[in-house]
């Protein structure tokens, strides 16, 4: 099969593409591209190359990053392989902290159930970016798999078990001010919905006051029978829970722990954007923090407009955090984010964490002591109010990138009864309308959809846009 890297990773249908064999191919062309950058010369020589292996909770995760150990240690690289499941964030900070040459994640994030796949983080602790998965794609199939069995490569020493879940929750306890959330005691319902982050929070908190409350913590390799997205047709559950009891908010994190969904106190959903808005608006009006902005393609005008009152530069990306990533390593970036709820901050990796954005939700309630709503509507009255949503239609790859191709050849005039005013075509084509509403479709990185995106002034307004974005691509 081609297999090939998309937004983060390579991700396949467990069983059909996700298999053994094609495990081994990517993870030998890995090891490949890393022992490419190890100098060989008697002069100046290089130790062995040091990588993280770690994995989530889904189905044969486990397994499959045994087996990845394997083949890194048959080609002379030294594994620290951590022995439960652990979220993505944490491996990165400790790639960052423990100075390996990257790692790897099995893990496909936010996707089905039937799905799995395999991130590569760089020494940096970003997601590889394009030039990076090219060259690692560029070594698949040109060896055969090497393979040392797990259990001799511990006893040669190439593969070692570690923990990095002590250092993460001791850097993020340094990093919120835990005190003042304890303080304030806020009422949170935490979603774990069946993945890595179960337990993480409580750990960072300490000891739990009541009016915390814990969802879907167990393992369950099936998510309760939904994607572990957060994104309101998957957060039914804990909308009707917070519905029935007294909560200041609800937090929820996707398969590997690195987005977040949130809620409100009477269940309606808060949009990525709007999460971004909120925590860069703590940052500024709170913590008295400064610095640059970015947010991919889909993200939303909101952000913009605070950008602009307080005078901070925005970029702009295409879709995917890496974007976001490389952003973080050259500019002095406050927050990046993108519509998918992965959200990156200054003074830590630059990678997502959905678990750090949660705390961070929880500690502008404790500094602003008012509600969300208040809080949101404060935000809403000085910026304006903006309504966003995202619909996934099932669509072949070739189809999709031809029909693209061609609106952006001849872009339609008038979209929903609105003149259009420009157009970007950096990632899908984003129509921009004469009342800065906009609508964009692109094509998935990790799955054979066509995402329509649309954000506008009501959420009448929205859902015209959407139907017009599926009468667009019929």
Known sequence: MNIRFGTDGWRAVIAEEFTFENARKLIQAIADYVNSHTLTAKENPKPK???????????????????????????????????????????????????????????????????????????????????????????????NPKILDFEKAKRK??????????????????YVNIRKIRQARPKVLIDYMHGAGAGYLEAVLGKLWTGIEIIRDNTDP????????????????????????????????????????????DGRFIASGQIISLILLHFIENRNLRGDVVKTISGTTLIEGICKRYNLTMFETPVGFKHISSLMLKENILIGGEESGGIGFCGYIPERDGMLSALLLMEMLSYRKKSIDVIMS????TYGRFYYNRIDIRYPAKYAISLINRLKLNPPRMIAGKRLLRFKVYDGIKFILEDSSWLLLRFSGTEPLIRIYAEGRSEKDVKTLLDAGQEIIK
Do not use: C, W
């Open 157 to 174: 020493g190439m593969i070692e078990l570690i923990d990095v879940s002590l250092g993460y929750i001791e850097f993020i306890r340094n």
């Open 222 to 265: 099936l998510f309760g029978g939904v994607s572990p997205e957060p994104i309101p047709k998957n957060l039914e559950y804990s909308s009707k829970y917070i519905r029935k009891k007294k909560f200041d908010l609800s937090v929820a994190l996707d398969g590997d722990a690195d987005r977040i969904g949130a809620l409100r106190p």
């Open 378 to 381: 404060d935000m809403e009255r």
């Open 49 to 143: 190359p040091r990588l993280i292996v770690g994995y989530d909770t889904r189905f044969m995760s486990d397994v499959y990053a045994k087996l990845a150990a394997e083949v890194l240690a048959a080609n002379n690289i030294k594994v620290s392989f951590v022995d439960k499941p652990t979220p993505t964030p944490a491996i990165s900070l400790a790639i960052k902290r423990k100075k390996f040459d990257g790692g790897i994640i099995i893990t496909a994030s936010h996707n089905p159930y039937v799905f799995n796949g395999i991130k590569f983080k760089t020494h940096l602790a970003t997601s590889a970016d394009q030039a990076t998965t090219e060259r690692i794609e560029g070594f698949i199939g040109k060896k």
